[in-house]
């Protein structure tokens, strides 16, 4: 049985046969509407979503599966004090699968450990989010037409944001991609990312606080949202939430053929005026993780072969 727990669980062989399928299911959607038929997916958020819970759901339900969860710690037994251990024991005989979102880093693996059915990691903490991961791959490679050969720009809070986090350590597995790091000082990335990734596989970066004088050498620009739920101190996240704002202003200085994406939820960090640009690709990103979450759910279930 395999989980989805580090963006690197799966080979980069195996993540681009992930996407194949996504893609395949995107343009096929008919073929899979009953290969989950009698499956149950559960989801169990202790943290808040929309995309990803809801994702999943709509995966599931598109494959003819079934959903069950609760959406809240509050709303689950978490609030009476259960264990991450003993609430996957029980939702394993609930489920076929189950999707986790959790504030601690390291809570789903834990709930790997002790689980009768696949773990999917639907973000940890700070740490990662493998889903949102692979909906970004895909959404590169629809748009782009390839993983290799790009300049990615990262922008925001790249300290805190997970997804910065497993978009890096998914990327640098392809030929000669590089990273230009645009953030405030003090929302650098972690400097494990920076020693163990980036220098460690000799991958060429530079980490400035410069969004438009960088805007030309851009394929795609990857705009975050600062992430206040992590901030010990309000006034610091108050300080450094509008550090960087992308407007039609600043997309003069992109190239035509870079894509704008954003995992989402936005907050200010993209003005609503860059929404009508066909750069803006955020809201086809959503779609794409639909697709990329059922090939997922088709893989960790072993089902690929009851597709006719
Ligand atoms: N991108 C993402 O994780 O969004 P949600 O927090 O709404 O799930």
């Known amino acids: 049985m395999r989980h989805l727990i580090s963006p690197l669980d799966f080979t980069k062989e195996e993540i681009d046969s992930l996407l194949n399928l996504g893609a395949d299911i995107m343009n096929n959607s008919d073929k899979y509407a009953h290969v989950c038929d009698g499956k149950k997916l559960a989801t ?34 978490a609030a009476k ?13 609930f489920a076929d699968i189950c999707a986790i979102r959790h504030p601690k880093e390291g809570a789903p693996s834990v709930a790997a450990m002790f ?10 903490g700070g740490h990662n989010h493998p889903t949102q991961t ?17 300049t990615v720009g990262m ?4 300290k805190f944001g997970r997804t910065v986090h497993s978009l890096i350590n998914a990327l640098v597995r392809y030929e000669n991609v590089k990273f230009i790091l645009i953030s405030p000082e003090e929302l650098k990335i972690p400097d494990y990312l920076r020693k163990e990734v980036l220098d460690a596989n000799n991958i060429e970066y530079i980490e400035t606080s410069e969004l438009e004088e960088n805007m030309h050498k851009l394929d795609i620009l990857y705009m975050t949202r600062v992430q206040r ?27 035509d053929d870079m894509f704008v994406l ?16 066909k750069r803006a690709v955020y809201f086809d990103q ?9 090939a997922l759910i088709l893989r960790l279930l072993e089902l690929e072969d009851k597709v006719k």
Do not use: W
Not at 115 to 124: C, H, Q, T, Y
Not at 229 to 250: A, C, H, M, P
């Open 115 to 124: 689980s009768k059915i696949p773990v999917i990691n639907a973000g940890d």
């Open 155 to 158: 922008c925001g809070d790249l």
């Open 81 to 93: 004090g259960e264990s991450v251990a003993d609430t996957i024991r029980v939702i394993s005989c």
């Open 134 to 150: 692979l909906t970004d791959l895909m959404t590169i490679k629809e748009k782009k037409g390839r993983l290799d050969n790009i």
């Open 229 to 255: 739920e992590r901030f010990f101190n309000e006034e610091d996240y108050i300080r450094l939430k509008d550090s960087f704002i992308l407007d039609e202003k600043k997309m003069q200085y992109a190239r």
């Open 44 to 77: 169990c958020f202790y943290e808040p979503s929309t995309r990803t819970r809801l994702s999943f759901e709509s995966a599931m339900l598109n494959l003819g599966g079934k959903v069950l969860g609760f959406s809240s710690a509050q709303s689950s037994s």
């Open 286 to 294: 959503v779609q794409y993780g639909v697709y990329v979450r059922m």
């Open 262 to 277: 954003h995992p989402l939820p936005r907050v200010n960090e993209i003005s609503v005026d860059v929404d009508n640009d």
